[in-house]
């Protein structure tokens, strides 16, 4: 029998590591990074009336979606949030406006309270450690966002936006059948059609 392989010699696992480390330096070397990534946003991707537009609370140096959440109830968009129910499950998403109680969720994020409303967004603004020019997403391996966007695409056509640095740009992922792609990727250097 062989032994158990050593995370680390997980390919996944050794570029999460370093893309840890290359997200927390951007995140230091540009705090006005979640401004121009907003602007680029706002810019490029539709939002037809009525659009219900996700945002995930960042942790762990993930880009600000502050400005871009502002912007968005500014012009009058509906913003929802992503809430963890249980483990290997699909999120759900609950309403938020910015003011109202948000509550921690089991890896250190905000989420709306549960008295909140559920919204299913039509576009979906996904944290990530890692993309490629071609839709290519390395999350942290919960498989949460993949597991939402299968589900979401098989009642309806969801945007998936990936909302990164742009040094978070890589050549190449070792991606599984069970990863979903994104659509489209914005950073603070413009957006970027998948």
């Not at 039509?122 to 939402?148: H, K, M, N, Q, S």
């Not at 742009?166 to 489209?184: K, M, N, R, T, Y």
Request: net charge neutral; hydrophobic share 40%; glycine share 10%.
């Amino acid at each position: 029998m062989l032994p158990p392989i050593a995370p680390f010699n997980n390919p996944k696992s050794v570029l999460r590591e370093r893309m840890k480390g290359e997200r927390r330096a951007a995140a230091r070397a540009r705090p006005d990074a979640g401004k121009h990534a907003a602007s680029a946003f706002l810019n490029a991707i539709e939002r037809p009336q009525g659009t219900i537009i996700s945002a995930y609370y960042p942790i762990k140096g993930e880009l600000d979606t502050e400005p871009l959440v502002s912007a968005l109830i500014e012009e009058g968009t509906r913003v929802a949030m992503p809430v963890v129910v249980k483990k290997k499950a699909p999120l759900i998403f609950r309403a938020y406006m910015p003011g109202e109680e948000l509550v921690p969720g089991p890896y250190g994020e905000m989420t709306p309270a549960e008295n909140a409303p559920e919204a299913i967004p039509d576009i979906i603004i996904v944290p990530l450690l890692a993309f490629t020019r071609d839709g290519g997403r390395l999350g942290y391996g919960g498989g949460y966002y993949d597991r939402t966007l299968e589900t979401l695409r098989a009642q309806g056509n969801p945007i998936a936006v990936g909302y990164a640095y742009g040094v978070q740009e890589v050549d190449a992922i070792p991606l599984s059948p069970l990863d979903q792609p994104l659509d489209w990727v914005v950073t603070e250097r413009g957006a970027i059609r998948c």
